[in-house]
Protein backbone atom coordinates (compact mmCIF):
# COMPACT_ATOMS: atom_id res chain seq x y z
CA UNK A 1 0.00 0.00 0.00
CA UNK A 2 1.39 3.88 -0.83
CA UNK A 3 0.70 6.46 1.77
CA UNK A 4 1.62 10.09 1.79
CA UNK A 5 1.55 12.11 4.48
CA UNK A 6 2.11 15.67 5.54
CA UNK A 7 2.63 16.20 9.21
CA UNK A 8 2.19 20.31 9.14
CA UNK A 9 -1.88 21.45 8.94
CA UNK A 10 -1.09 25.19 8.50
CA UNK A 11 2.16 27.20 7.88
CA UNK A 12 2.80 30.98 7.27
CA UNK A 13 5.48 32.81 5.69
CA UNK A 14 6.45 36.76 5.29
CA UNK A 15 6.20 38.04 1.74
CA UNK A 16 9.41 37.67 -0.16
CA UNK A 17 10.44 35.05 2.19
CA UNK A 18 11.16 31.34 1.85
CA UNK A 19 9.13 28.59 3.61
CA UNK A 20 9.64 24.86 3.23
CA UNK A 21 6.57 22.44 3.57
CA UNK A 22 7.66 18.75 4.62
CA UNK A 23 5.93 15.66 2.82
CA UNK A 24 6.71 11.77 3.48
CA UNK A 25 5.32 9.19 1.38
CA UNK A 26 5.95 5.25 1.80
CA UNK A 27 5.79 2.87 -1.26
CA UNK A 28 8.16 -0.23 -1.78
CA UNK A 29 7.88 0.63 -5.41
CA UNK A 30 10.91 2.12 -7.27
CA UNK A 31 9.14 3.17 -10.48
CA UNK A 32 7.36 5.85 -8.60
CA UNK A 33 6.19 9.97 -8.72
CA UNK A 34 6.01 12.29 -6.57
CA UNK A 35 4.11 15.09 -7.14
CA UNK A 36 3.05 19.26 -5.29
CA UNK A 37 -0.42 20.47 -6.63
CA UNK A 38 -1.70 23.87 -5.73
CA UNK A 39 -4.86 24.57 -4.67
CA UNK A 40 -5.86 28.14 -4.36
CA UNK A 41 -9.01 29.38 -1.96
CA UNK A 42 -12.09 28.73 -4.36
CA UNK A 43 -10.16 27.82 -7.35
CA UNK A 44 -9.37 24.67 -8.89
CA UNK A 45 -5.99 22.48 -8.34
CA UNK A 46 -3.12 23.24 -10.18
CA UNK A 47 0.28 20.79 -10.79
CA UNK A 48 3.52 22.95 -9.22
CA UNK A 49 5.99 20.57 -9.47
CA UNK A 50 7.10 16.64 -10.41
CA UNK A 51 9.75 14.03 -9.07
CA UNK A 52 10.52 11.32 -11.04
CA UNK A 53 11.58 8.92 -7.84
CA UNK A 54 14.33 7.47 -9.75
CA UNK A 55 16.09 10.53 -10.24
CA UNK A 56 18.46 11.40 -8.00
CA UNK A 57 18.55 15.22 -9.11
CA UNK A 58 16.13 17.89 -7.30
CA UNK A 59 13.30 19.13 -9.84
CA UNK A 60 12.85 23.05 -9.96
CA UNK A 61 10.19 25.23 -11.30
CA UNK A 62 11.19 28.98 -11.18
CA UNK A 63 10.75 29.92 -7.42
CA UNK A 64 9.74 26.45 -6.55
CA UNK A 65 12.13 23.27 -5.92
CA UNK A 66 11.87 19.96 -3.72
CA UNK A 67 14.48 17.99 -1.74
CA UNK A 68 14.09 14.87 -2.55
CA UNK A 69 15.40 12.59 -0.27
CA UNK A 70 14.95 8.77 -1.02
CA UNK A 71 16.07 6.77 1.75
CA UNK A 72 14.24 8.98 4.02
CA UNK A 73 11.37 8.73 1.70
CA UNK A 74 11.16 12.43 1.90
CA UNK A 75 10.03 15.18 -0.12
CA UNK A 76 9.43 18.59 0.63
CA UNK A 77 8.68 21.74 -1.44
CA UNK A 78 10.53 25.16 -0.86
CA UNK A 79 9.10 28.15 -2.21
CA UNK A 80 11.80 31.50 -2.40
CA UNK A 81 10.86 34.61 -2.63
CA UNK A 82 6.97 33.56 -1.32
CA UNK A 83 4.28 35.87 -3.18
CA UNK A 84 0.40 36.75 -2.37
CA UNK A 85 -0.27 34.89 -4.87
CA UNK A 86 1.17 31.50 -3.24
CA UNK A 87 -1.60 31.08 -0.44
CA UNK A 88 -3.23 28.50 -1.17
CA UNK A 89 -3.71 24.46 0.01
CA UNK A 90 -0.52 22.59 -1.16
CA UNK A 91 -1.53 18.84 -1.86
CA UNK A 92 1.48 16.41 -1.80
CA UNK A 93 0.83 13.60 -4.10
CA UNK A 94 2.32 10.05 -5.53
CA UNK A 95 1.67 7.31 -8.12
CA UNK A 96 2.90 4.55 -9.81
CA UNK A 97 4.30 4.97 -13.12
CA UNK A 98 1.84 2.23 -14.37
CA UNK A 99 -1.10 2.94 -12.58
CA UNK A 100 -3.38 6.22 -13.05
CA UNK A 101 -4.28 7.24 -9.31
CA UNK A 102 -2.74 9.88 -6.68
CA UNK A 103 -2.70 9.33 -3.19
CA UNK A 104 -2.59 12.26 -1.79
CA UNK A 105 -1.51 13.66 1.83
CA UNK A 106 -3.93 15.63 3.74
CA UNK A 107 -2.41 19.34 2.82
CA UNK A 108 -0.80 22.46 4.54
CA UNK A 109 -2.51 25.80 4.10
CA UNK A 110 0.07 28.00 3.18
CA UNK A 111 -0.35 31.95 4.49
CA UNK A 112 1.99 34.51 2.87
CA UNK A 113 1.41 37.49 4.85
CA UNK A 114 2.35 41.12 3.38
CA UNK B 1 -7.22 25.02 -24.86
CA UNK B 2 -10.18 24.71 -22.50
CA UNK B 3 -9.52 22.95 -19.27
CA UNK B 4 -11.38 20.52 -17.54
CA UNK B 5 -15.57 21.33 -16.89
CA UNK B 6 -17.85 19.73 -14.39
CA UNK B 7 -21.63 20.52 -14.08
CA UNK B 8 -23.39 21.57 -11.97
CA UNK B 9 -20.78 23.21 -9.81
CA UNK B 10 -23.08 22.67 -6.51
CA UNK B 11 -25.85 20.17 -6.11
CA UNK B 12 -28.45 20.55 -2.80
CA UNK B 13 -29.97 17.10 -2.61
CA UNK B 14 -32.40 15.01 0.32
CA UNK B 15 -30.90 11.74 1.56
CA UNK B 16 -32.49 9.10 -0.61
CA UNK B 17 -31.98 10.90 -3.64
CA UNK B 18 -30.26 9.81 -6.99
CA UNK B 19 -27.82 12.41 -8.33
CA UNK B 20 -25.27 12.56 -11.37
CA UNK B 21 -22.61 14.85 -12.51
CA UNK B 22 -21.22 15.35 -15.47
CA UNK B 23 -17.21 16.08 -16.47
CA UNK B 24 -15.66 16.78 -20.13
CA UNK B 25 -12.51 16.56 -20.25
CA UNK B 26 -9.60 18.39 -22.20
CA UNK B 27 -10.39 17.62 -25.44
CA UNK B 28 -8.20 14.37 -26.95
CA UNK B 29 -7.32 13.56 -23.30
CA UNK B 30 -7.62 9.70 -23.10
CA UNK B 31 -7.48 9.62 -19.44
CA UNK B 32 -10.18 10.18 -16.88
CA UNK B 33 -10.73 10.31 -13.21
CA UNK B 34 -12.64 11.05 -10.57
CA UNK B 35 -11.70 11.95 -7.20
CA UNK B 36 -13.87 12.82 -3.65
CA UNK B 37 -12.39 15.41 -1.26
CA UNK B 38 -14.15 16.34 1.75
CA UNK B 39 -13.65 19.59 3.41
CA UNK B 40 -10.26 19.83 5.11
CA UNK B 41 -8.50 17.07 3.49
CA UNK B 42 -6.65 15.69 0.46
CA UNK B 43 -8.56 14.00 -2.45
CA UNK B 44 -9.57 11.01 -2.51
CA UNK B 45 -9.55 8.35 -5.49
CA UNK B 46 -12.49 7.07 -6.72
CA UNK B 47 -11.72 5.50 -10.45
CA UNK B 48 -10.07 5.91 -13.69
CA UNK B 49 -11.37 5.69 -17.27
CA UNK B 50 -9.01 5.02 -20.49
CA UNK B 51 -10.70 5.62 -22.93
CA UNK B 52 -13.81 4.22 -22.52
CA UNK B 53 -12.23 1.19 -20.81
CA UNK B 54 -12.70 2.04 -16.85
CA UNK B 55 -9.70 0.38 -15.33
CA UNK B 56 -9.59 0.94 -12.00
CA UNK B 57 -12.00 1.49 -8.38
CA UNK B 58 -11.14 2.10 -5.60
CA UNK B 59 -13.11 0.85 -2.58
CA UNK B 60 -14.44 3.70 -2.03
CA UNK B 61 -16.89 3.10 -5.23
CA UNK B 62 -19.56 1.46 -3.32
CA UNK B 63 -22.49 0.06 -5.25
CA UNK B 64 -24.57 2.96 -4.86
CA UNK B 65 -21.70 4.66 -7.03
CA UNK B 66 -21.43 4.28 -10.48
CA UNK B 67 -19.32 5.59 -13.37
CA UNK B 68 -19.18 5.72 -17.24
CA UNK B 69 -17.35 7.28 -20.00
CA UNK B 70 -19.53 5.66 -23.04
CA UNK B 71 -17.94 7.16 -25.93
CA UNK B 72 -14.05 7.95 -24.11
CA UNK B 73 -15.12 11.60 -24.23
CA UNK B 74 -17.31 13.27 -21.13
CA UNK B 75 -17.74 10.53 -18.09
CA UNK B 76 -20.68 10.48 -15.92
CA UNK B 77 -20.28 9.92 -11.79
CA UNK B 78 -23.85 8.59 -10.59
CA UNK B 79 -24.64 8.33 -6.97
CA UNK B 80 -27.79 6.32 -5.75
CA UNK B 81 -29.61 6.88 -2.48
CA UNK B 82 -27.51 9.41 -1.74
CA UNK B 83 -26.19 9.79 2.26
CA UNK B 84 -25.05 12.25 4.18
CA UNK B 85 -21.57 10.88 4.42
CA UNK B 86 -21.64 11.38 0.55
CA UNK B 87 -21.63 15.07 1.03
CA UNK B 88 -17.70 16.03 -0.43
CA UNK B 89 -16.34 17.88 -3.37
CA UNK B 90 -16.28 15.75 -6.57
CA UNK B 91 -13.03 16.44 -8.70
CA UNK B 92 -12.43 15.36 -12.00
CA UNK B 93 -9.26 15.28 -14.06
CA UNK B 94 -8.28 14.42 -17.36
CA UNK B 95 -4.54 13.74 -18.98
CA UNK B 96 -3.11 12.76 -22.24
CA UNK B 97 -1.04 9.43 -21.92
CA UNK B 98 -0.53 6.10 -20.38
CA UNK B 99 1.80 7.10 -17.85
CA UNK B 100 2.06 8.71 -14.30
CA UNK B 101 4.22 11.19 -16.06
CA UNK B 102 1.49 12.55 -17.55
CA UNK B 103 -0.13 15.79 -16.07
CA UNK B 104 -3.18 15.44 -14.40
CA UNK B 105 -5.39 18.63 -15.19
CA UNK B 106 -8.39 19.06 -12.47
CA UNK B 107 -11.49 20.67 -13.07
CA UNK B 108 -13.55 23.21 -10.74
CA UNK B 109 -15.49 20.30 -9.07
CA UNK B 110 -18.75 20.02 -7.85
CA UNK B 111 -19.86 20.33 -4.38
CA UNK B 112 -22.29 17.77 -3.24
CA UNK B 113 -24.45 18.57 -0.27
CA UNK B 114 -26.99 15.77 1.20
CA UNK B 115 -29.44 17.10 3.83
Known amino acids: AQTVTQSQPEMSVQEAETVTLSCTYD???????LFWYKQPPSRQMILVIR??????QNATENRFSVNFQKAAKSFSLKISDSQLGDTAMYFC???????????FGQGTELSVKP | DTGVSQDPRHKITKRGQNVTFRCDPI?????LYWYRQTLGQGPEFLTYFQNEAQLEKSRLLSDRFSAERPKGSFSTLEIQRTEQGDSAMYLC?????????????FGPGTRLTVL
Open chain 1, 51 to 56: QEAYKQ
Open chain 1, 27 to 33: TSESNYY
Open chain 1, 93 to 103: AGGYNQGGKLI
Open chain 2, 27 to 31: SEHNR
Open chain 2, 93 to 105: ASSYGTSMADTQY
